[in-house]
């Protein structure tokens, strides 16, 4: 079983920043790929971006050169920092892990969510 706990959220104003913090417990052993998604009031849950274990990134066009993904394999910690804030980035952010544990393993794909933290950006 694999537990995420995010951190990070808060209120600020546009063109804020904030830094958002994913920690996995669980299956050090395992690869995992973590991604951000948000979700905003009424809306779906929409990907943000994401980093593999070799640090390869990924991002949602709308926040390309706003948003950086980093990653502490030695803490088991995801990071997103968020710079230029908008007020349409205000959402619940989510913290997902796919895990890797070999192609032999009944683990590997699985996939597991943090409770999420809000972000709220005013104009």
């Known amino acids: 079983q694999v537990q995420l706990v995010e951190s990070g959220g808060g209120s600020v104003q546009a063109g804020g920043s904030l830094r958002l913090s994913c920690a996995a417990s669980?299956?050090?052993?395992?690869?995992?790929?973590m991604s951000w998604y948000q979700q905003a009031p009424g809306k779906e849950r929409e990907f943000v971006s994401s980093?593999?274990?070799?640090?390869?990134?990924k991002y949602a066009d709308s926040v390309k050169g706003r948003f950086t993904i980093s990653r502490d394999n030695a803490k088991n910690t995801v990071y997103l920092q968020m710079d230029s804030l908008k007020p349409e980035d205000t959402a619940m952010y989510y913290c997902?892990?796919?895990?890797?544990?070999?192609?032999?393993?009944?683990?590997?794909?699985?996939?597991?969510w943090g409770q999420g933290t809000q972000v709220t950006v005013s104009s």
């Open positions: 669980g299956w050090p052993e395992c690869r995992h790929e």
């Open positions: 980093i593999n274990s070799d640090r390869t990134t």
């Open positions: 997902k892990t796919v895990v890797d544990c070999g192609v032999y393993s009944y683990r590997t794909g699985r996939s597991y």
